[in-house]
């Protein structure tokens, strides 16, 4: 049976062996600020160890600025917060020139905006106007940015959490569809259990606050991405991801509510998307290859964002997630 990616020769294991023991202490460190989100965490680290850019989606008060200030700071990276509003305008993200006048004369000076950092928050990206998210959106994609004719390249690595609050809509501007496709992964931020909120109230109202520690730094963090590329995707791994993208799409699936619900599919950029988060998730749970319950695990927060359903005038339909998650059974 072949496989995609690298053969697991030994240097790759010590590598992955290594790259396991520091990854369980990074996610230590989160959980140290971070209470009861391991899902949200493994799903945040996943995006970032595949060298995408996740959009987090919960209501306010979820601590999604407390988790992205936390694994920048258990990183090792520089990072950044950026809030979102109706008048921001895209040199308020990307920087701008400026006339400097000296002894020697007068010129221009680019300065530097938010997004030259390694780690950046983009708060409630949809509060702004979409010509400031497709600036955002286009320096996400191409790693540099463009201002009057000279092109900077933005820090390694470089990656954007992006959140939306989904109780407001009034004043936002929601995203379209084929900028949603630049995220690696969607990842829902739920309200905390009994426990889980019991400790928020008794650790997160006291005197103390706990110190993270950096575990990883940027050149550190490049090498476990490369590493991630180079792991090995057994063949079936590689078919149930074909089976589960294929089997979205209306033109292509023999699923009956896909045919009759589904306006439109996911890309192969989907597939890209699933395939590199599985390498990381199985990565992150101490194992040199993904397996099938990686794709069953991602696949919402991978084509969530990527499919739509048609109108449903009964709203009995069911919901997009259950129908991923279906689909993703019956593919795996």
């Known amino acids: 049976?072949?496989?995609?990616?690298?053969?697991?020769?030994?240097?790759?294991?010590?590598?992955?062996?290594?790259?396991?023991?520091?990854?369980?202490?990074?996610?230590?460190?989160?959980?140290?600020?971070?209470?009861?989100?391991?899902?949200?965490?493994?799903?945040?680290?996943?995006?970032?160890?595949?060298g995408g850019h996740a959009l987090l989606i919960g209501a306010p008060g979820l601590a999604k600025t407390k988790l992205v200030?936390?694994?920048?700071?258990?990183l090792g990276l520089d990072w950044g917060r950026v809030q979102f509003t109706p008048d921001l305008m895209p040199s308020d993200i990307l920087g701008s020139e400026i006339?400097?006048?000296?002894?020697?004369?007068?010129?221009?000076?680019?300065?530097?905006?938010?997004?030259?950092?390694?780690?950046?928050?983009?708060?409630?990206?949809?509060?702004?106007?979409?010509?400031?998210?497709?600036?955002?959106?286009?320096?996400?994609?191409?790693?540099?940015?463009?201002?009057?004719?000279?092109?900077?390249?933005?820090?390694?690595?470089?990656?954007?959490?992006?959140?939306?609050?989904?109780?407001?809509?009034?004043?936002?501007?929601?995203?379209?569809?084929?900028?949603?496709?630049?995220?690696l992964l969607k990842v829902d931020v739920t309200y905390p259990d009994l426990e889980t909120e019991r400790r928020i109230l008794v650790e997160t109202t006291g005197l103390g606050d706990q110190v993270v520690r950096p575990v990883l730094d940027a050149e550190k963090l490049i090498a476990i991405q490369s590493l991630v590329?180079?792991?090995?995707?057994?063949?079936?791994?590689?078919?149930?991801?074909?089976?589960?993208?294929?089997?979205?799409r209306p033109e292509q699936s023999d699923h009956p509510q896909v045919k009759k619900r589904v306006d439109w599919g996911p890309s192969p950029r989907a597939g890209q998307a699933l395939m590199l988060a599985a390498r990381s998730r199985a990565l992150l749970r101490g194992r040199l290859a993904p397996s099938l319950d990686d794709i069953e695990a991602l696949a919402e927060p991978a084509l969530g964002h990527r499919m739509a359903l048609a109108y449903d005038p009964t709203g009995q339909?069911?919901?997009l997630s259950a129908l991923i998650q279906e689909l993703a059974a019956k593919a795996a």
């Open 229 to 248: 590329r180079r792991m090995t995707v057994p063949e079936k791994v590689l078919e149930a991801i074909l089976r589960l993208i294929r089997s979205a």
């Open 1 to 50: 049976m072949s496989e995609v990616a690298s053969s697991s020769s030994p240097d790759i294991v010590k590598e992955a062996d290594a790259a396991v023991q520091l990854l369980a202490q990074v996610r230590a460190e989160i959980g140290k600020v971070v209470f009861g989100q391991e899902r949200v965490v493994e799903l945040v680290l996943s995006t970032i160890l595949a």
């Open 99 to 183: 006339l400097d006048e000296t002894a020697s004369g007068r010129s221009f000076r680019f300065v530097k905006g938010p997004i030259f950092t390694s780690l950046l928050m983009a708060d409630e990206i949809n509060r702004a106007s979409p010509r400031t998210q497709s600036a955002l959106l286009q320096a996400m994609q191409e790693r540099h940015v463009t201002v009057a004719g000279a092109s900077y390249d933005l820090p390694k690595p470089f990656h954007v959490l992006a959140t939306q609050n989904p109780i407001e809509q009034e004043g936002t501007y929601p995203l379209p569809e084929a900028q949603l496709d630049r995220f």
């Open 69 to 74: 200030e936390t694994t920048a700071r258990a």
């Open 317 to 319: 339909g069911g919901s």
